[in-house]
């Protein structure tokens, strides 16, 4: 179980957007994580709705970024594509999160590299 606080859940909710639609697999995902930390479905929805208004909060310990990075990641490839816009979003968050680019690009490399059947595009 995630347990995030609803900032994390509201960058989350950004970058499942961040390719201009929230696929069936990242609205799924999405609505587990909401339940799993009580976040009612009413919130869930008007949060859906305000995707695109959404500015990143940075989490302020390295460890809630370093999770909040992998939470990307995951959530960025469960519809089995990697959305340009969503590898934008992931550097441009992961370098607010003080990740350098080398180290952004490791991390996603390690999770394609258990991921073979995503679709990076």
Known sequence: MLNVNIEHFRNLISLAAADGKIADVEMVALSKIAYENGIPLDRLNVMIDRADEYVYLIPQNQQDRDQQMEDMIKLAMLDG????????LINLVGGRLGFSPKEIRAKIDGYLKDAPSVDRD
Request: proline share 0%.
């Open 81 to 88: 594509e990697f959305a340009n816009a969503e590898r934008e």
